[in-house]
Nanobody, 123 residues
Framework: QAQLVESGGGLVQAGGSLSLSCAAS????????MGWFRQAPGKEREIVAR????????YYADSVKGRFTISRDNSKNTVYLQMNSLKPEDTAVYYC????????????????WGQGTQVTVSS
């Protein structure tokens, strides 16, 4: 059974950094486009970044462009999200997910989800 486990969340002051990891088990995700999403209280889940299976093609939401970096190590079946210059509005539960088809920007196009990791940025 495929499983994604996020880690690395926590509480950080504005301007600080956090590094999230998403470790896959049960199947290899090395051929999958992978995405990081986030969901703040009372808001819809939104895509933050995605990376294709080679790692050469990435996408970032405008709100995080220039501050966040997505990467992957297929030998470790792991996807990363480096978050710098964090802002209070980045506070959310962050999820990683595996793309299965459809719009790459829509959460409905991702069929494998982790349990999420909480990121809280204080002002």
């Amino acid at each position: 059974q495929a499983q994604l486990v996020e880690s690395g969340g926590g509480l950080v002051q504005a301007g600080g950094s956090l590094s999230l990891s998403c470790a896959a088990s049960g199947r290899t995700f090395s051929s999958y486009t992978m995405g990081w999403f986030r969901q703040a209280p009372g808001k819809e889940r939104e895509i933050v970044a995605r990376i294709n299976w080679t790692g050469r093609t990435t996408y970032y939401a405008d709100s995080v462009k220039g501050r966040f970096t997505i990467s992957r190590d297929n030998s470790k079946n792991t996807v990363y999200l480096q978050m710098n210059s964090l802002k209070p509005e980045d506070t959310a539960v962050y999820y990683c997910a595996g793309y299965i088809g459809g719009s790459i920007y829509s959460s409905g196009s991702y069929g494998y989800w982790g349990q999420g990791t909480q990121v809280t940025v204080s002002s």
